[in-house]
């Protein structure tokens, strides 16, 4: 288990000055970039796997082509060779005009550069095509296609200027282009742990008023607003995770 905190200072004079909840809303702060700390650390943790799929070339350095539905089934078909579980259950097609069935899936995280690719995906089903009382795998899933759901992030960050010097159409900085990870992920292929117990939640809240006094604080003139959590990530199952390294067409 690791340590991850997250601190905002504040002086007095908003507190005893300003009309609006400065703590209040520095508070709320701390509970968004906390999930966002959580997010970023079981990412990079997840992204990390021994399993590859590079929609060209034979290495990180040659990508240059952007995703693919038989790169998709590659992935695909490697899970099912290891015997990995499909993370989400049939989708039925509802009463609603224009409504789609979708398989049991695989879940794929991706950033959201990566959308306008995914949509011109052969097949792509817009979530709002599910049909009616359907529960999607998270807020931020936006279709499906054959038998992967996709939910994106702009935190799943791609490998900046990590691809082939060959940029044609494709995102790059710095004269290469952008490498974009998206992970196909198997149900069981990962877990969290984070620590608990006897009066102690799993995060522990610090607020401390600018105007309190103290040995470090005499005149009352600043306070700190933030939070800690004890935790980590762990791949389970490295052959129920598989990775496509992918680049990004220009929307220009």
Known sequence: LEQYGVLFKLTSKPQLMYEDDIPGDMQKLTGETLGYVQELVAYNKFKAGANVIYTNGAT???????????????????????????????????????TSAVPESFTVFCHTDC?????????FVPREKYGSAVKAVHDRE????????FV?????????????STTTGMVATGGAVDVYPMLIIGESAWGHISLKGKGYTGISPTYLKPTDKNHANPMGQ????????????????????????TAVSLLA
Request: glycine residues 8%.
């Open 60 to 98: 990180r350095a040659a990508v240059n082509t952007k995703i693919s539905l038989p790169k998709l089934r590659q992935a695909a078909r490697t899970l099912e060779a290891n015997w990995a579980s499909k993370v989400n259950s049939v989708i039925k097609p509802g009463p609603n005009y224009d």
């Open 115 to 123: 959308n306008a690719d995914i949509r011109d995906l052969p097949g």
């Open 142 to 149: 936006f279709g499906a296609c054959e038998e992967f759901r």
């Open 152 to 164: 994106n992030s702009p935190l799943f960050a791609p490998f900046l200027g990590g691809g082939s």
């Open 222 to 245: 600043f306070g700190y607003v933030g939070a800690d959590f004890w935790y980590t990530p762990v791949r389970l199952n490295e052959n129920w995770i598989t990775r496509i390294e």
